[in-house]
């Protein structure tokens, strides 16, 4: 797919249209329902309306009709989070714009902003059943911290937190 554009920080409509595509792409591939859209939702709000550039991170990337058809985020200030922590969250991509490497470059634009900005540690929450994703995280250094089985979703599903280290004076020149 071309006609697309990445996008730092809010733009008109990201809440609403990463919401809806997390509840797209995980009713189909986990049955998940308004729940888990709604949860999508409210903690994206919250962390757009707190979203410090000079910490966090938010690419949208837009297709030339404004709709949003992927994002990624870092989030270094989630309440309760450690110092030095930051958790990944909202990376999705829409079907189309799969394998197509944009996926890799988010994520490493992510990563890289979290050593510039001084991180010690770069966390996610993954579902099992996701092969691709998988072996994106993988590739960039993630290891499996913690599995957690639960029906918080509406029925049983498969929790699996990453986590990775930057060590430190790994942040480039």
Not at 147 to 154: D, F, K, N, S
Request: glycine share 14%; aromatic share 8%; charged share 20%.
């Amino acid at each position: 797919m071309s006609g697309w554009r990445l996008e730092p920080g809010w733009v008109p409509g990201a809440i609403g249209d990463i919401a809806a595509l997390h509840a797209r792409v995980y009713a189909e591939s986990h049955g998940f329902g308004p729940v888990f859209e709604a949860k999508v939702a409210r903690e994206l709000g919250e962390f757009l309306a707190r979203l410090d550039p000079a910490r966090d991170l938010f690419r949208g990337v837009v297709a030339a009709d404004g709709r949003l058809l992927g994002s990624i985020a870092l989030d270094g200030g989630e309440p309760g989070l450690s110092a030095g922590t930051a958790h990944l969250r909202w990376f999705i991509l829409d079907a189309a714009l799969r394998g197509s490497g944009l996926g890799r470059r988010l994520l490493a634009e992510a990563l890289t902003h979290a050593r510039a900005v001084g991180f010690a540690r770069v966390y996610l929450w993954t579902l099992a059943g996701l092969p691709a994703a998988e072996r994106l995280y993988a590739e960039a250094g993630f290891a499996l911290e913690e599995e957690v089985t639960g029906t918080q979703w509406g029925r049983p599903v498969t929790e699996r937190r990453l986590g990775l280290a930057l060590p430190a004076g790994d942040a480039p020149p």
